[in-house]
């Protein structure tokens, strides 16, 4: 089996069900709003709208989705990235085992995470599936994994300055509570799990 893998998918947002799409209403929440606006009359229609909340395009509602497709192949969700834009979107998932990861592993979870797209729609725009191991200098999401690459060198970059600095390379010295501690350069670089905005390692060629 090989030990790493890479298949990448291009899809369309569906138009079908233009009303639902375009604020995030469940059936449910349609059939409320039509019996609202039979009763009182189109204003309190607009204002039921306006304050619908819109549950579309979120990140932890895409791993809830694909967490359990990934799980049920016998597959490990390493993390996923999730990069919106105004017309189109980006969407990788990660997936491991620990005998490898095969080509036809991804290809796999591409296939069901497809078809589940297509019925749940979650993604608003048009966008792009990418399923790949993580690889040897993998991105690093949740502090279990960083506890696994103690010792290990990090790339990190940060969402906002953390002691005037964006980026920062060296080793992962210790895994705490809220934080990572990076030696970088022989000082300790302390950074909140909540800067973070990747990090990944830094593949050692020996």
């Not at 947002?13 to 995030?24: K, N, S, T």
């Not at 909140?192 to 593949?203: E, G, N, T, W, Y």
Request: charged share 25%; hydrophobic share 45%; net charge negative.
């Amino acid at each position: 089996m090989s030990s790493g893998c890479f298949w990448m998918e291009s899809k369309r947002p569906r138009y079908g069900a233009f009303l639902l799409a375009a604020v995030g209403l469940s059936i449910g929440n349609l059939l409320i709003a039509m019996g609202l606006l039979a009763v009182f009359g189109r204003g309190l229609m607009a204002l039921f709208l306006f304050w619908m909340p819109i549950v579309r395009d979120d990140p932890l509602q895409l791993e809830a989705l694909i967490r359990p497709v990934v799980e049920g192949l016998g597959l490990e969700l390493w993390g996923l990235e999730y990069r919106p834009q105004k017309h189109s979107a980006l969407l990788r998932v990660f997936i491991d085992s620990e005998e490898g990861v095969s080509l036809d592993d991804c290809s796999a979870v591409s296939e069901q995470l497809s078809a589940l797209f297509d019925v749940e729609d979650p993604i608003p725009v048009a966008y792009t599936l990418e399923v790949s191991s993580p690889g040897l200098d993998r991105v690093l999401f949740e502090p279990v994994q960083y506890e696994r690459y103690i010792g290990r060198r990090l790339k990190v970059r940060l969402k906002f300055p953390v002691d005037g600095r964006r980026r920062a390379t060296g080793t992962l010295e210790a895994v705490e509570d809220e934080k990572i501690v990076v030696d970088v350069d022989g000082e300790p670089f302390a950074v909140p799990f909540d800067a973070i905005d990747r990090a990944r390692l830094v593949l050692e060629v020996k």
